[in-house]
């Protein structure tokens, strides 16, 4: 199994998706090598054999020879003149690193202001190696005595850049020239791992298994990165079998890149029910229910939604309080848009949140929110009812079509939204009959269906053909 | 000589428009008018119009003894009235003939029986004297909203001077008697006429299930099964939704067919008959008293009230509506007062269900919300300003979050 990221360094849900799947996979007896780009050290993974891309053996048998994408079936178009609207992964980090540095360390009532503690990280952030620029930040009306006002950085909307490409295929390499095991099957998950999966597929002749748990079109809207795309498209026609979180993927998949739907399964995800951590709630530094968005705050996530129907709440409930924890390329603008609502004083920011932080908010929450303008999956909203929060999810999301005891609403029907955040607020009953019944959804959802799916997908292959690698018509 | 006793639901609700926090205290209209008026032109035209020419025919074919009940709740003429005036005129028809009863129920189709007396009796007497004005006749019999009935409800029913009443034959009630024999309440003398639901619901709810190893339903064999009664019963309650004919069981699973075959095939048995419920209690005599310790319905497996308020949601809005009858007396507005009792219609807090699994299927069919917690929201919304903006009644302070 092929994968890019592992519990606790995760960047998003890829990761808590691997451990979640591998975990019941293996308990059906399946015996996994999963090999990731670096291993830290701190992977608490026992069912697996988890392999270093970047281990020694492995560094020196790629030698000096590079793998070219072309041999792969991938494809470059073009290269867009404009760039991804998001930070590569490096960057991303070295941000969340200065965020929590910034956090920890602020003391003074005034670097306490959330927009304060933001320009303090995106300040040591350029420091990191940030490029400062833009101004969008530095058009928030923030309070006077606040942060420092003469660097006014920005999250720059660089493409991934050229050391992101480089590493998939760096990864790729090491993998084709040096990864040998007993496997039957090849599985490779999101398209960081596709060309990888092709090569070592090429050079087996097993099958291969792509797993989809999210596009580039779906994170990127119409800015996708053509290179992305190819990538997707190589690894989806090169696949036997293809995997994806949800038919609003399936079909996606099929619309996007003409992969027949019947060779596509989907397989939904599923968390893991962790032990309720009621502990938090004693320290809590709010009064007022919590309204939690929990996400990157970009354009697919309706972040601006979720701001425009809880001032609509504002209004109704006094006392609510509203957490958008994450980061993300338009959280300057929703700050902003916070801001000029005059709902300072009820909006938090606490920037991104690592795993145990995560667990925290989810039991502070009183409702958890998730307005996503187009999600393939959405597993946080499991994960929040997992904790026993009532949820609300846009009908854009697959998890919409999974859970039945949630409350629905179209991103854009802001006032829909807010009458649902106000009821749930408002009434106990509503709350306690959701979660009632959320539980066991859950729990029925878990991963144990998920491997039992995936199961059939892999049983399918043995008894096939086997592998039919590269069969693309001109896809490249 | 045994019978069968037909009787048939006749209900639509006035749905709610869709009501958000943010129209609370801005917009006092709740009922979605369209969306009534589509919903009754569809099942006016797929049952009611179908079985009623049905029903004209039957009773021609089988002069004097082709005969049957009607209950028609308040509001569904009130929109028949409004959206299908030919709907209503056919009903008028059927009853002209002299075949038919017409019971009585609440006007609103509402839970008062269990909430408020004077409410219950209000409305029951709002319901005779419409169905006095739109069909000349006086109901003798009555049925509760869902047959919701226990020894209390008696008492009040007896009061309003009803000489019978419908029930349902539940089986831990009944405690090893016969459903198919007259009975009466204790103390009071009212007849009880009770619903046998294992063929009520063959027909009702199993006609066309493939899955039921009797498929498929043919009038020979169900006759068949009526003849069984045969000396062991005086009359075989066959209650149930009028929308059965056309609407729960479409015209092609052939249950217009069934129903044309029917009363033909059991008459030519010539000890069987049908009868009107208020025939019955002067044809057949009382088998014994019959106590309903518990509050029966005919509604789900538990054959009780918790398709209604059986979770903490439709509970509390039952209470906030409940709790607003004084002040809606006081005011006296006939406008508002209406918009009260139409909140009151039981449909609104069976949408609000959460017994998902086995009979949450049916559930699911008759809403028209995505979901239990959304027909919540909703109710409380227009609940929310109904009280405060409409009644200007203050609301409690806030539940404080846990």
Redesign the interface.
């Known amino acids: 199994m092929l994968g890019w990221e592992y519990p606790p360094h995760v960047s998003g849900g890829l990761g808590t998706a691997c451990r979640g799947l591998t975990v019941a996979l293996a308990q059906q007896g399946v015996e996994i090598d999963f090999v990731l780009p670096k291993i830290y050290g701190e992977e608490n993974a026992a069912h697996l054999r988890l392999v270093d891309a970047a281990a020694p053996e492995l560094v020196a048998r790629q030698g000096t020879g590079r793998l070219n994408f072309a041999q792969l079936g991938v494809e470059f178009h073009e290269v867009p003149a404009l760039l991804a609207p998001y930070m590569n992964a490096e960057q991303y980090r070295e941000v969340l690193h200065a965020l929590e540095t910034a956090m920890s360390t602020a003391s003074t009532a005034a670097s306490d202001h959330p927009i304060a503690k933001l320009k303090a990280a995106l300040a040591s952030a350029s420091v990191a190696g940030l490029t400062p620029s833009g101004s969008a930040l530095a058009a928030l009306p923030i309070t006077p005595d606040t942060g420092p006002s003469d660097v006014t950085p920005q999250f720059v909307p660089d493409q991934y850049a050229g050391d992101l490409f480089a590493e998939v295929e760096r990864y790729a390499s090491r993998l084709a020239s040096g990864l040998s095991g007993d496997w039957q099957v090849i599985h490779a998950h999101d398209w960081m791992t596709f060309p990888a999966g092709i090569a070592l597929a090429q050079r087996t002749g097993l099958p291969l298994v792509v797993h989809v748990h999210s596009l580039e079109q779906d994170r990127s809207g119409s800015g996708c990165d053509q290179r992305i795309v190819a990538i997707e498209h190589a690894g989806l026609w090169a696949a036997s079998k293809v995997i994806a979180v949800s038919h609003y993927t399936r079909n996606m998949i099929h619309r996007l890149h003409g992969v027949p739907l019947e060779k596509i399964e989907v397989v939904h995800n599923g968390v893991s029910v962790p032990q309720a951590v009621e502990a938090y709630r004693k320290d809590a530094q709010w009064t007022g229910p919590v309204v939690l968005f929990l996400g990157r705050i970009t354009l697919q996530k309706g972040p601006d939604y979720f701001v425009a129907a809880a001032a609509r709440v504002a209004k109704l409930i006094d006392d609510a309080v509203f957490v958008m924890a994450g980061v993300g390329d338009m959280l300057p603008q929703v700050m902003a848009q916070v801001e000029s609502l005059g709902l300072s004083s009820r909006f938090f920011f606490p920037g991104f949140l690592n795993a145990e932080e995560v667990e925290r908010m989810y039991c502070l929450a009183d409702v958890y929110v998730m307005p996503s303008v187009s999600e393939p999956f959405g597993i946080t909203a499991l994960e929040a009812m997992s904790y026993n929060k009532p949820v609300i999810v846009s009908r854009q999301s697959g998890v919409a079509e999974l859970v039945r005891h949630a409350l629905k609403v179209d991103f854009w029907d802001i006032d829909q939204l807010a009458s649902q955040i106000v009821a749930v607020l408002r009434y106990p009953e509503l709350r306690q009959a959701m979660i009632a019944s959320a539980g066991d959804e859950v729990r029925r959802v878990h991963w144990d269906a998920a491997a039992q799916t995936v199961m059939g997908v892999y049983q399918g292959l043995s008894a096939g053909a086997g592998a039919r690698v590269g069969d693309s018509p001109g896809g490249g | 000589m045994p019978a069968v006793c037909f009787y048939f639901q006749v209900h639509q609700p006035f749905r709610l428009r869709?009501y958000?926090?943010?129209d609370i205290g801005k917009d006092h209209d709740y009922f979605d008018e369209g969306q009534n008026a589509a919903i009754l032109r569809k099942v006016v035209n797929k049952s009611y119009l179908p079985a009623n020419r049905k029903m004209m025919d039957l009773i021609r074919r089988h002069p004097g003894q082709f005969r049957f009940a009607f209950s028609l709740s308040g509001v569904v003429v009130e929109q028949m009235h409004a959206y299908a005036p030919e709907a209503l005129a056919s009903f008028q028809e059927l009853v002209a003939t002299g075949a038919v009863e017409i019971l009585g129920e609440t006007y609103f189709h509402s839970l008062a029986s269990l909430y408020e007396d004077e409410e219950f009796v209000l409305q029951v007497r709002a319901h005779s004297d419409f169905m006095q004005a739109t069909f000349g006749v006086s109901p003798r019999v009555f049925r509760n909203t869902e047959l919701i009935y226990d020894d209390r409800i008696a008492g009040l029913v007896k009061n309003m001077g009803f000489d019978a009443l419908l029930a349902e034959g539940a089986d831990d009630v009944l405690a090893g008697r016969s459903p198919n024999f007259v009975y009466q309440a204790p103390n009071n003398g009212l007849k009880i006429l009770l619903k046998n639901y294992r063929l009520s619901d063959d027909v009702a709810f199993r006609f066309s299930n493939g899955a039921w190893p009797e498929y498929p339903l043919t009038a020979d064999k169900y006759v068949n099964w009526l003849r069984r009664v045969e000396g062991a019963g005086d009359l075989v309650g066959l209650f149930m939704d009028y929308e059965t004919f056309g609407e729960h069981q479409w015209a092609e699973t052939g249950i217009f067919d069934f129903l044309d075959d029917l009363p033909g095939k059991l008459l030519r048995h010539k000890q069987w008959s049908f009868t009107t419920p208020s025939e019955a209690i002067t044809r057949f005599k009382s088998a014994g008293v019959l106590s309903f310790p518990r509050t029966v319905s005919w509604a789900d497996s538990e054959r009780d009230v918790s398709a209604w308020r059986g979770?903490?949601?439709q509970?509390?809005a039952l209470e906030r509506l409940y709790a607003l009858s004084d002040a809606v007396r006081r005011r006296d507005d006939p406008y508002l007062s209406d918009a009260w009792r139409r909140l009151q219609t039981s449909d609104h807090f069976y949408y609000m269900c959460?017994k998902?699994f086995a009979d949450g299927d049916v559930h699911a069919y008759f809403s028209p919300y995505?979901?239990?917690?959304?027909a919540?929201?909703n109710a409380?919304?227009v609940i929310e300003d109904f009280q405060i903006a409409v009644l200007g009644v203050p609301r409690e302070p806030?539940?404080i979050?846990?």
């Not at chain 2, 995505?370 to 959304?374: A, G, K, N, R, V």
């Open positions: 869709g958000r926090a943010g979770n903490n949601m509970q509390l959460t998902w995505e979901s239990p917690y959304e919540f929201i409380m919304n806030l539940p979050a846990s």
